[in-house]
């Protein structure tokens, strides 16, 4: 378990990441081919910025990356890279009116308890904001990808999603710690709301 870790974190410091987590959304990039040059992609609670390195290398220069978290991000990023330091309802109104994306990412999760039915049930409601925000904010056909809890709220997520995109998929990235309850939901090809 601890060389998986080392790996992951040496590795990340190699390749100039913040975080190993910019490996989770690179394994999910290569299965589902997430992200291609010339898109507009928004990175929801993207601090401390592992994505935005990730996607910036994808999308850049045709594209444009927007990354939204309470928490500052402290690194410098390319043209074409706008951040916000912000909650997503507070930021949404006066910036993001007229945005539509391609690809909404996100990798919020709740403080954690301990306890798996909160923390399950915090992150459900975490994600139900992500998903109002993609219903409105996402270029129809677009796609969703969601960090989870696995527990009962995950079932419900996943009814959810089906409802409003022509697929789903949950994937469980290598990178992952192998005790982590964490569970990526991506839903391929958002729905015309009726």
């Not at 220069?61 to 690194?75: A, H, M, N, R």
């Not at 992150?123 to 969703?144: E, V």
Request: proline residues 5%; hydrophobic residues 40%.
């Amino acid at each position: 378990m601890k060389k998986i870790q080392d790996h992951y974190f040496k590795e990340a410091r190699k390749q100039g990441y913040v975080a190993r987590s910019a490996f989770k959304l690179e394994e999910m990039d290569r299965k589902f081919r997430l992200l291609r040059r010339g898109q507009h992609v928004i990175d929801l609670g993207c601090a401390p910025g592992s994505w935005l390195q990730y996607a910036a290398k994808k999308v850049l220069p045709e594209g444009s990356l927007t990354g939204v978290d309470l928490k500052q991000v402290k690194i410098q990023f390319p043209e074409g890279v706008r951040i916000f330091q912000s909650d997503i309802y507070m930021l949404e109104e006066s910036i993001l009116a007229s945005s539509r994306f391609d690809l909404v990412l996100s990798d919020m999760a709740p403080d954690t308890t301990g306890i798996p039915s909160v923390d399950s049930q915090r992150s459900y409601d975490l994600n139900s904001q992500a998903l109002s925000f993609a219903q409105r904010h996402l270029k129809p056909g677009g796609t969703l990808v969601l960090k989870a809890f696995q527990g009962e709220p995950l079932n419900r997520l996943k009814s959810e999603i089906r409802a409003c995109f022509e697929s789903f998929k949950l994937f469980k990235p290598k990178s992952s710690r192998s005790e982590s309850v964490e569970i990526f939901v991506l839903g391929f090809g958002l729905l015309p709301q009726s």
